[in-house]
């Protein structure tokens, strides 16, 4: 009886443990090919709070951004 619900239970830990790095690594590769923000939209962003940015900018905005991804 024990036994059987300690495998359960064992089951369930090494599923989610699998299912979190399965997840994360799909949406890993999913958002380095599908990035959210690209520069078009962060030379949009610094626009519209009433600044031009340089291209020098706006690639180090970029820099940060995939560097946490």
């Known amino acids: 009886m024990w036994g059987d619900i300690l495998l359960v239970v064992i089951g369930l830990v090494i599923g989610l443990v699998i299912g979190f790095f399965l997840s994360r690594h799909v949406m890993k590769k999913y958002m380095k090919k599908n990035p959210p923000?690209?520069?078009?939209?962060?030379?949009?962003?610094?626009?519209?709070?009433?600044?031009?940015?340089?291209?020098?900018?706006?690639?180090?905005?970029?820099?940060?951004?995939?560097?946490?991804m």
Request: charged share 25%; no cysteine.
């Open 37 to 68: 923000i690209n520069e078009k939209m962060i030379e949009a962003m610094m626009s519209s709070m009433g600044r031009k940015p340089s291209q020098k900018q706006v690639r180090q905005v970029m820099n940060q951004m995939n560097r946490y």
